[in-house]
């Protein structure tokens, strides 16, 4: 199990960049609300902690883990948002549904980020029972939304330093990497 060993509440604020002029969505489901309202907590304690200001984090809720493709679809185009969060539980029944939504869930938010400028960060628990879930959204492997709260600060600083990057005209070496060159800037005396 990828979280036997590790607490998902756990990181080094030292190694997270400054968020502090970020603004970030997060699209919760209703559906198992004891388990993503923990998620949810997680991660707008963990963005709050992190510098951002609770007024520049914009909180829309779904009724249930299909719908919050349709949720960070309007966010994204109508927020003027760094990143979403994208905060749902779905857990394993007696019938082939788990399997739907999951995979429709996954493919949604994946196409989300294909397709905008914006990350959108996956948050979905797709545990085989309750306690599993309970267990990753502030239980004992600590909080899945805390951690997704530090990935939507990483991804939305890497979106901004993207944009201010230099145009890519520069030669590819033999490995296919693009090579930027820096020119010093010339400063005259006076």
Request: charged share 20%; glycine share 8%.
């Amino acid at each position: 199990m990828a979280t036997q060993n590790k607490n998902l509440s756990e990181y080094d604020k030292n190694t997270i960049p400054n968020a502090k002029d970020f603004r970030f969505g997060i699209v919760v489901s209703e559906w198992n609300e004891t388990v993503t309202e923990g998620l949810y907590n997680g991660a707008f304690d963990a963005l709050v902690d992190c510098d951002v200001p609770p007024q520049q984090i914009i909180r829309w809720n779904v009724p249930g883990s299909f719908e919050l493709i349709y949720g960070a679809k309007k966010m994204l185009q109508t927020q003027n948002v760094d990143a979403v969060i994208v905060i749902g539980c779905v857990i394993q029944g007696e019938t082939k549904h788990f399997d739907f939504v999951c995979e429709g869930v996954t493919q949604g938010i994946k196409d989300l980020n294909v397709q905008t400028d914006i990350p959108v960060i996956f948050c979905v628990l797709t545990d085989n029972n309750m306690q599993q879930s309970i267990d990753r959204s502030g239980g004992i492997h600590g909080n899945k939304g805390t951690e997704a709260a530090i990935a939507a600060i990483k991804m939305a600083y890497i979106r901004q330093q993207a944009s201010m990057s230099h145009p890519f005209n520069q030669p590819l070496l033999s490995s296919g990497a693009i090579q930027i060159e820096e020119t010093p800037i010339k400063i005259e005396n006076e």
